[in-house]
Protein backbone atom coordinates (compact mmCIF):
# COMPACT_ATOMS: atom_id res chain seq x y z
CA UNK A 1 0.00 0.00 0.00
CA UNK A 2 1.65 3.77 -0.71
CA UNK A 3 1.96 5.83 1.68
CA UNK A 4 1.48 8.75 -0.76
CA UNK A 5 1.01 8.99 -4.30
CA UNK A 6 3.72 9.66 -6.92
CA UNK A 7 5.55 12.93 -6.56
CA UNK A 8 4.48 14.18 -10.20
CA UNK A 9 0.97 13.13 -9.14
CA UNK A 10 0.83 15.40 -5.80
CA UNK A 11 2.38 18.23 -7.60
CA UNK A 12 0.12 18.63 -9.93
CA UNK A 13 -2.34 18.93 -7.92
CA UNK A 14 -0.65 21.96 -6.38
CA UNK A 15 0.52 23.60 -9.56
CA UNK A 16 -1.26 25.54 -12.11
CA UNK A 17 1.17 25.97 -15.28
CA UNK A 18 1.30 26.65 -19.10
CA UNK A 19 -1.25 29.02 -21.04
CA UNK A 20 -3.56 29.54 -19.00
CA UNK A 21 -6.87 30.25 -20.22
CA UNK A 22 -8.68 33.86 -20.42
CA UNK A 23 -10.87 33.36 -17.46
CA UNK A 24 -7.94 32.14 -15.11
CA UNK A 25 -5.57 34.41 -13.38
CA UNK A 26 -1.98 33.97 -13.75
CA UNK A 27 -0.23 31.28 -11.49
CA UNK A 28 0.58 32.88 -8.19
CA UNK A 29 4.62 31.87 -7.19
CA UNK A 30 4.15 30.84 -3.07
CA UNK A 31 4.99 28.55 -0.04
CA UNK A 32 2.09 26.42 1.37
CA UNK A 33 2.46 23.90 4.37
CA UNK A 34 -0.28 21.29 4.80
CA UNK A 35 -1.00 19.60 8.01
CA UNK A 36 -2.30 15.95 7.31
CA UNK A 37 -4.52 13.46 9.54
CA UNK A 38 -6.19 10.33 9.49
CA UNK A 39 -10.20 10.96 7.82
CA UNK A 40 -12.04 9.98 10.47
CA UNK A 41 -14.54 9.49 8.30
CA UNK A 42 -13.70 6.49 6.58
CA UNK A 43 -13.25 3.22 8.12
CA UNK A 44 -9.22 2.68 7.99
CA UNK A 45 -9.48 -0.92 9.12
CA UNK A 46 -5.82 -1.83 11.10
CA UNK A 47 -4.62 1.68 10.72
CA UNK A 48 -4.80 2.90 14.07
CA UNK A 49 -3.91 6.70 13.38
CA UNK A 50 -1.66 8.55 10.45
CA UNK A 51 -0.50 11.74 10.41
CA UNK A 52 1.74 14.09 7.86
CA UNK A 53 3.10 16.80 6.66
CA UNK A 54 3.26 18.58 3.03
CA UNK A 55 5.90 21.59 2.71
CA UNK A 56 5.41 22.97 -0.89
CA UNK A 57 7.05 26.03 -2.89
CA UNK A 58 6.41 27.19 -6.48
CA UNK A 59 8.26 29.44 -8.74
CA UNK A 60 8.73 30.86 -11.97
CA UNK A 61 6.07 31.62 -15.03
CA UNK A 62 4.48 30.46 -18.44
CA UNK A 63 7.99 31.69 -20.12
CA UNK A 64 10.41 30.70 -18.09
CA UNK A 65 8.89 27.53 -16.91
CA UNK A 66 7.62 26.23 -13.24
CA UNK A 67 10.07 25.03 -10.44
CA UNK A 68 8.63 23.32 -7.69
CA UNK A 69 9.93 21.67 -4.66
CA UNK A 70 7.93 19.56 -2.33
CA UNK A 71 8.20 17.78 0.98
CA UNK A 72 6.05 15.11 2.51
CA UNK A 73 6.61 13.51 5.63
CA UNK A 74 4.19 10.56 6.60
CA UNK A 75 3.41 8.33 9.92
CA UNK A 76 1.48 5.29 10.21
CA UNK A 77 0.76 3.39 13.08
CA UNK A 78 -0.93 0.06 12.81
CA UNK A 79 -1.11 -0.26 16.65
CA UNK A 80 1.48 -2.66 16.07
CA UNK A 81 5.49 -1.91 16.74
CA UNK A 82 6.45 1.28 16.21
CA UNK A 83 4.51 3.68 13.60
CA UNK A 84 5.77 3.59 10.17
CA UNK A 85 7.55 6.58 8.93
CA UNK A 86 8.21 7.88 5.06
CA UNK A 87 9.61 10.89 3.40
CA UNK A 88 8.90 11.57 -0.18
CA UNK A 89 11.59 15.08 -1.23
CA UNK A 90 11.20 15.90 -4.77
CA UNK A 91 12.39 19.07 -7.03
CA UNK A 92 10.97 19.34 -10.71
CA UNK A 93 10.85 21.83 -13.50
CA UNK A 94 8.55 22.14 -16.48
CA UNK A 95 8.26 24.81 -19.53
CA UNK A 96 5.10 26.57 -19.75
CA UNK A 97 4.26 24.21 -23.33
CA UNK A 98 4.29 21.47 -21.59
CA UNK A 99 6.90 19.92 -23.96
CA UNK A 100 9.22 18.81 -21.36
CA UNK A 101 9.74 17.79 -17.66
CA UNK A 102 12.40 17.22 -15.64
CA UNK A 103 12.97 15.89 -12.21
CA UNK A 104 14.71 14.50 -9.25
CA UNK A 105 12.50 12.36 -6.13
CA UNK A 106 13.77 10.19 -3.32
CA UNK A 107 11.87 8.04 -1.15
CA UNK A 108 12.87 7.25 2.25
CA UNK A 109 11.23 4.48 4.69
CA UNK A 110 11.95 4.67 8.63
CA UNK A 111 15.58 5.82 7.22
CA UNK A 112 15.89 3.40 3.93
CA UNK A 113 16.12 4.55 0.64
CA UNK A 114 12.86 3.11 -1.20
CA UNK A 115 13.11 4.82 -4.13
CA UNK A 116 15.62 7.61 -5.87
CA UNK A 117 14.31 8.70 -9.50
CA UNK A 118 16.14 11.15 -11.79
CA UNK A 119 14.63 11.47 -15.08
CA UNK A 120 13.88 13.65 -18.20
CA UNK A 121 10.72 13.60 -20.65
CA UNK A 122 10.56 15.25 -23.63
CA UNK A 123 7.43 15.84 -26.35
CA UNK A 124 8.75 14.59 -29.33
CA UNK A 125 7.29 15.83 -32.82
CA UNK A 126 4.62 12.88 -33.08
CA UNK A 127 3.73 14.28 -29.93
CA UNK A 128 4.87 10.84 -27.69
CA UNK A 129 6.77 11.67 -24.56
CA UNK A 130 10.73 10.21 -24.39
CA UNK A 131 12.00 9.93 -20.93
CA UNK A 132 16.02 9.64 -20.67
CA UNK A 133 16.39 8.31 -17.01
CA UNK A 134 19.22 8.48 -15.45
CA UNK A 135 18.30 6.64 -12.01
CA UNK A 136 17.10 4.23 -10.84
CA UNK A 137 18.45 2.69 -14.28
CA UNK A 138 19.62 4.36 -16.89
CA UNK A 139 17.50 4.10 -20.29
CA UNK A 140 15.73 5.67 -22.60
CA UNK A 141 11.51 4.83 -22.98
CA UNK A 142 9.39 6.15 -25.64
CA UNK A 143 5.44 6.52 -24.14
CA UNK A 144 2.94 6.74 -26.36
CA UNK A 145 -0.31 7.97 -26.47
CA UNK A 146 -1.35 11.32 -25.79
CA UNK A 147 -0.03 11.81 -22.46
CA UNK A 148 -0.12 15.03 -20.91
CA UNK A 149 2.79 16.60 -18.45
CA UNK A 150 1.53 16.71 -14.91
CA UNK A 151 0.68 20.63 -14.95
CA UNK A 152 -0.24 20.36 -17.75
CA UNK A 153 -3.09 18.47 -16.95
CA UNK A 154 -3.79 20.76 -14.44
CA UNK A 155 -4.33 23.31 -17.02
CA UNK A 156 -6.92 21.20 -19.18
CA UNK A 157 -8.73 20.88 -15.88
CA UNK A 158 -9.09 24.63 -15.02
CA UNK A 159 -9.97 25.28 -19.07
CA UNK A 160 -12.46 22.35 -18.54
CA UNK A 161 -14.16 23.94 -15.78
CA UNK A 162 -13.97 27.73 -16.88
CA UNK A 163 -16.32 25.92 -19.62
CA UNK A 164 -18.60 24.29 -17.65
CA UNK A 165 -17.16 20.62 -18.21
CA UNK A 166 -17.78 18.38 -15.17
CA UNK A 167 -15.61 15.50 -16.54
CA UNK A 168 -12.34 15.29 -18.27
CA UNK A 169 -10.86 12.25 -18.84
CA UNK A 170 -6.91 12.23 -19.53
CA UNK A 171 -3.59 9.85 -19.65
CA UNK A 172 -0.89 11.77 -17.25
CA UNK A 173 3.17 11.09 -16.92
CA UNK A 174 3.83 10.89 -13.23
CA UNK A 175 7.39 8.85 -13.36
CA UNK A 176 7.55 8.29 -10.26
CA UNK A 177 8.99 4.45 -8.85
CA UNK A 178 10.86 3.70 -12.07
CA UNK A 179 10.34 7.15 -14.57
CA UNK A 180 8.05 5.72 -16.66
CA UNK A 181 5.03 5.52 -14.58
CA UNK A 182 1.74 6.70 -16.13
CA UNK A 183 -2.08 7.16 -15.08
CA UNK A 184 -5.20 7.25 -16.49
CA UNK A 185 -7.10 9.79 -15.09
CA UNK A 186 -10.81 10.92 -14.31
CA UNK A 187 -11.50 14.18 -13.33
CA UNK A 188 -14.66 15.32 -11.61
CA UNK A 189 -15.55 19.26 -11.63
CA UNK A 190 -18.12 20.89 -9.39
CA UNK A 191 -19.55 24.25 -9.20
CA UNK A 192 -17.66 27.54 -8.93
CA UNK A 193 -17.49 29.26 -6.02
CA UNK A 194 -15.67 32.37 -3.43
CA UNK A 195 -16.70 31.35 -0.45
CA UNK A 196 -13.66 31.69 2.04
CA UNK A 197 -15.86 31.13 5.19
CA UNK A 198 -13.09 27.48 5.65
CA UNK A 199 -9.90 29.43 4.33
CA UNK A 200 -6.47 29.51 6.60
CA UNK A 201 -6.39 33.24 7.60
CA UNK A 202 -3.03 33.70 6.47
CA UNK A 203 -4.30 32.80 2.95
CA UNK A 204 -7.20 34.97 2.91
CA UNK A 205 -5.31 37.97 1.41
CA UNK A 206 -4.11 36.27 -1.44
CA UNK A 207 -7.48 34.46 -1.92
CA UNK A 208 -10.66 36.01 -1.31
CA UNK A 209 -12.38 37.03 -3.96
CA UNK A 210 -10.60 34.42 -6.00
CA UNK A 211 -12.91 31.56 -7.90
CA UNK A 212 -12.01 28.16 -6.80
CA UNK A 213 -13.35 24.91 -8.24
CA UNK A 214 -13.82 21.36 -6.51
CA UNK A 215 -11.85 18.70 -7.92
CA UNK A 216 -12.11 14.77 -7.42
CA UNK A 217 -9.39 12.69 -9.83
CA UNK A 218 -9.00 9.93 -9.81
CA UNK A 219 -5.61 7.54 -10.77
CA UNK A 220 -5.61 4.47 -12.71
CA UNK A 221 -2.90 2.61 -13.70
CA UNK A 222 -2.61 2.65 -17.10
CA UNK A 223 -1.10 -0.98 -17.48
CA UNK A 224 -4.35 -2.95 -15.31
CA UNK A 225 -7.81 -3.17 -17.02
CA UNK A 226 -11.24 -2.71 -15.07
CA UNK A 227 -9.32 -2.29 -11.84
CA UNK A 228 -9.74 -0.22 -9.02
CA UNK A 229 -7.65 3.47 -8.93
CA UNK A 230 -4.73 3.40 -7.03
CA UNK A 231 -5.85 6.64 -5.02
CA UNK A 232 -8.29 9.49 -5.67
CA UNK A 233 -7.44 12.99 -4.66
CA UNK A 234 -9.65 15.65 -3.35
CA UNK A 235 -9.15 19.14 -3.56
CA UNK A 236 -10.12 23.21 -3.90
CA UNK A 237 -8.23 24.17 -6.69
CA UNK A 238 -8.22 28.53 -7.37
CA UNK A 239 -8.11 30.26 -10.54
CA UNK A 240 -4.55 31.76 -9.31
CA UNK A 241 -3.41 28.03 -9.16
CA UNK A 242 -3.21 27.63 -5.44
CA UNK A 243 -4.69 24.38 -3.17
CA UNK A 244 -7.10 25.30 -0.24
CA UNK A 245 -7.98 22.03 1.12
CA UNK A 246 -6.78 18.33 0.21
CA UNK A 247 -7.56 14.77 0.57
CA UNK A 248 -5.91 12.20 -0.75
CA UNK A 249 -7.97 8.79 -0.51
CA UNK A 250 -5.89 5.07 -1.08
CA UNK A 251 -8.47 3.37 -0.49
CA UNK A 252 -8.26 1.63 2.66
CA UNK A 253 -7.67 4.91 4.55
CA UNK A 254 -7.44 8.73 3.83
CA UNK A 255 -5.36 11.53 4.47
CA UNK A 256 -6.92 14.79 4.87
CA UNK A 257 -4.71 18.11 4.48
CA UNK A 258 -5.48 21.64 5.80
CA UNK A 259 -3.39 24.38 4.74
CA UNK A 260 -1.98 26.02 8.08
CA UNK A 261 0.92 27.80 6.34
CA UNK A 262 1.18 30.50 3.17
CA UNK A 263 3.62 32.67 1.99
CA UNK A 264 3.22 34.46 -1.59
CA UNK A 265 6.25 34.73 -3.12
CA UNK A 266 8.01 37.88 -5.66
CA UNK A 267 6.80 36.61 -9.31
CA UNK A 268 9.16 37.59 -12.18
CA UNK A 269 10.17 40.94 -12.95
CA UNK A 270 9.59 40.66 -16.14
CA UNK A 271 6.34 40.26 -17.21
CA UNK A 272 5.04 36.93 -19.53
CA UNK A 273 3.50 36.40 -22.36
CA UNK A 274 2.95 32.88 -23.14
CA UNK A 275 3.30 31.64 -27.02
CA UNK A 276 0.33 31.11 -28.45
Same mark, same amino acid.
Given at each position: MPLRPGS??? #????????? !?????????? =????YKMTLDASKNSGRLDDASGRIDYEIRGDACEGYTVNMRQVSSLDTGEGAPVRSEMVSTSWEDGSGNAYRFKTRDRMDGDTKSDVDAQANRLDNGDLQVKI #????????? !?????????? =???HVLEAAA??????????????????KVYNTLAVIGRAST???????????????????????????AEKKDASPEYVMTFTLYDNGVIGELKIDYGDFALRGALDAFE?????????QPKK
Amino acid at each position: MPLRPGSASL #ALVLTLAGL !LPASAEALLP =HRAGYKMTLDASKNSGRLDDASGRIDYEIRGDACEGYTVNMRQVSSLDTGEGAPVRSEMVSTSWEDGSGNAYRFKTRDRMDGDTKSDVDAQANRLDNGDLQVKI #AKPDARTVD !LKGGILMPTE =HVVHVLEAAAKGDSLLEAKVYDGSSDGTKVYNTLAVIGRASTDTAKLFDGAKASLSGHTFYPVSVSYYDAEKKDASPEYVMTFTLYDNGVIGELKIDYGDFALRGALDAFEPLKASATPCQPKK
